[in-house]
């Protein structure tokens, strides 16, 4: 009698023992380990959120940069020469907004042309302009000058 009470004991704790081993520790690849593989799939996740956001602020920083370069002026609403675009545009937009360097937009060809002349011959002083205006002849300066005064037409007939 003792015996069967010692057998059935016996086979009772190792009946629980192959049941703890079935369950599994986190090294066994267990309940425990999905648990941590859980976790560390959640982690995985989380990054890619985190990346994804990254991307986002990025484009959005990008957009902004985008924005502000149109607002200097490194975008035109209208068409212009590429002489224009890149002897005069730095300095008083793409457009003849203006920027560091007056409004041009809206003034006349003849005007224009009457102001460049001064700057060139040296009636009117500035640094900035003469220097820049020395390396262009005439002809050059009368082509910009019709070319300016047409902005206002050609912003017109984008309205
Ligand atoms: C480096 C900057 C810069 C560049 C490039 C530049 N300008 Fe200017 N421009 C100025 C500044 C600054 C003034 C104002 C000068 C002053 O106070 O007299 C000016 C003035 C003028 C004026 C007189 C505007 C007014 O209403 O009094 C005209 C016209 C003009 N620029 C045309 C041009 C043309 C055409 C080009 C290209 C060939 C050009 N500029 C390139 C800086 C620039």
């Not at 190792?14 to 079935?22: D, G, P, S």
């Not at 369950?23 to 976790?39: D, K, L, V």
Request: charged content about 30%; hydrophobic content about 40%; some cysteine.
């Amino acid at each position: 009698m003792k015996n069967i009470i010692v057998g059935i004991l016996t086979a009772g704790i190792i009946a629980l023992m192959v049941m703890t081993a079935m369950r599994g520790h986190a090294w066994q690849g267990g309940e425990a380990g999905h648990i941590i593989e859980n976790i560390g799939n959640k982690t995985n996740a989380s990054a890619n959120n985190e990346q994804a956001k990254a991307e986002d602020d990025r484009k959005i920083e990008q957009d902004k940069l985008k924005a502000l370069r149109d607002k200097a002026g490194n975008v035109g609403k209208f068409k212009v020469s590429d002489d224009f675009k890149q002897k005069c545009a730095s300095c008083h937009g793409m457009n003849g907004e203006g920027i560091i360097g007056p409004k041009l937009i809206g003034q006349s060809s003849d005007v224009i042309y009457k102001k460049l002349m001064d700057y060139k011959s040296g009636r009117k002083e500035n640094l900035v302009m003469k220097g820049l205006l020395l390396s262009l002849d005439k002809d050059k300066l009368k082509e910009l000058s019709i070319e300016i005064g047409e902005f206002e037409q050609r912003a017109k007939a984008l309205k």
